[in-house]
């Protein structure tokens, strides 16, 4: 049973550049979530993705975006990158109807410098 | 959601049990408690998920008191690898639009030879 993935592992980006991270839910799972964790910290919310819409997004700027594809995977965009957008991005893929535990993935390490 | 407060860290000797506690003073009614573990450069593993007394799986116990404003995870024999941060969290996942999981800074747990 494969649980989520994500790719790229790392990346570094220049500032002003975009940036596309990509996730693979759990085999089964509809629902695929978002998350910003910065060095020390807990992971913050983005948005939540389900049936290719997002239903739920977190006090982040429309820099970030994102998408969901009829397979269920996501992608994640970030334009104008900040260097204060360097973090571990965390996708999570769970069920609508339950239950409600989150699978998170490796996460990709981004460097803005 | 609920706001919760746990210890910033704790220290345990191997082979002791530990308890690391968290307060949820508004919790609602139809909340649950859930805990995860993070290790270093890692997406965060759920490990226990309660609504009220004792819950137990293979890996921890978790404990809620009557008013369920706070619980206790409780990690028998630990051992070196269980070094990480565990993260509380209190929500309402059976909302359709409350699947956001909100950490706090989590408590870093130090397993000691």
């Known amino acids: 049973d494969a649980g989520v993935t994500q790719s790229p592992t790392h990346l570094i980006k220049t500032r002003g550049q975009q940036v596309t991270l990509r996730c693979s839910p759990k085999s089964g799972h509809d629902t695929v979530s978002w998350y910003q964790q910065a060095l020390g910290q807990g992971p913050q919310f983005i948005f939540q993705?389900?049936?290719?819409?997002?239903?739920q997004r977190g006090n982040f700027p429309d820099r970030f975006s994102g998408h969901q594809f009829p397979n269920y995977s996501s992608e994640l965009n970030v334009n104008a990158l900040l260097l204060g957008d360097s973090a571990l991005y965390l996708c999570?893929?769970?069920?609508?109807?339950?239950?409600?535990?989150?699978?998170f993935g490796p996460g990709t390490r981004l460097t803005v410098t | 959601l609920a706001k919760t407060t746990q210890p910033i860290s704790m220290d345990s000797y191997e082979g002791q049990e530990v308890n690391i506690t968290c307060s949820h003073n508004?919790?609602?009614?139809?909340?649950?408690i859930t805990w995860y573990q993070q290790f270093p450069s890692q997406g965060p593993r759920f490990i226990i998920q309660?609504?009220?007394t004792k819950v137990t799986n293979e890996v921890a116990s978790l404990f809620i008191p009557a008013d369920r404003k706070s619980s206790t995870l409780s990690l028998p024999r630990v051992s070196l690898s269980d070094t990480a941060v565990y993260y509380c969290l209190v929500g309402d996942w059976r909302d359709n639009y409350g699947q956001n999981f909100v950490f706090g800074p989590g408590t870093r747990l130090s397993a000691l030879p």
């Open positions: 999570a893929s769970s069920l609508v109807q339950g239950p409600y535990e989150q699978y």
């Open positions: 993705y389900y049936e290719e819409e997002e239903r």
């Open positions: 309660g609504y009220k």
């Open positions: 508004n919790i609602a009614t139809n909340d649950y």
